[in-house]
T-cell receptor
């Protein structure tokens, strides 16, 4: 049972480049999330999706877009990467609203 | 605006000692307060959670104490072990939303 799988695990971009972080869960969960983790800032919610076909902004959505492709997959896109987006990105899923989050192992992104 | 304030930022405890991490929140509508544990290179994982209808919840060596009037909650780790060395995050949300807001994290080191 893989749980929450994120790809890629590591990525280096130049300022202005675009990329998509992929996330898939095999637990049949309804809700999915993208967080970023920065030293001293904790985990901050970027976007979330309460169900297939819906997405909502979190605390720090600027510079990002998301797609809930189907119940299993939730992708995060950076259209024009900036150095301020250097971070570790975590995808998570949960069975229902307000329940335990299950996290992936993270994707470390560096923007030069 | 930091909705969930966590302290201390780091904590060093001797094996067998008690580790205490504190969190304070601002939004009185929050009604779900989990603690997550994160080991290096891994995603966070749920450790223990509490709802405001009780003042304390204990699971093994881990206890959450909750003070609704003060809008504070804390994690106590009894008989701390080197294997408890990790980063701990408190979090808070409303039961009817998917927006789980995390604190900034506490790095715990337990020395033998």
């Amino acid at each position: 049972n893989a749980g929450v799988t994120q790809t890629p695990k590591f990525q280096v971009l130049k300022t202005g480049q675009s990329m998509t972080l992929q996330c898939a869960q095999d637990m049949n969960h309804n809700s999915m999330y993208w967080y970023r983790q920065d030293p001293g800032m904790g985990l901050r919610l970027i976007y979330y999706s309460a169900s297939e076909g819906t997405t909502d902004k979190g605390e720090v959505p600027n510079g990002y877009n998301v797609s809930r492709l189907n119940k299993r997959e939730f992708s995060l896109r950076l259209e024009s990467a900036a150095p301020s987006q250097t971070s570790v990105y975590f995808c998570a899923s949960s069975p229902t609203t307000g329940s335990e989050l299950f996290f992936g192992e993270g994707s470390r992104l560096t923007v030069l | 605006q930091q909705q969930v304030k966590q302290s201390p930022q780091s904590l060093i405890v001797q094996k067998g000692g008690i580790s205490i991490i504190n969190c304070a929140y601002e939004n009185t509508a929050f009604d779900y307060f989990p603690w997550y544990q994160q080991f290096p290179g891994k995603g966070p994982a749920l450790l223990i959670a509490i709802r405001p209808d009780v003042s304390e919840k204990k699971e093994g060596r881990f206890t959450i104490s909750f003070n609704k009037s003060a809008k504070q909650f804390s994690l106590h780790i009894m008989d701390s072990q080197p294997g408890d060395s990790a980063t701990y995050f408190c979090a808070a949300s409303r039961r009817d939303t998917d927006k789980l807001i995390f604190g900034t994290g506490t790095r715990l080191q337990v020395f033998p």
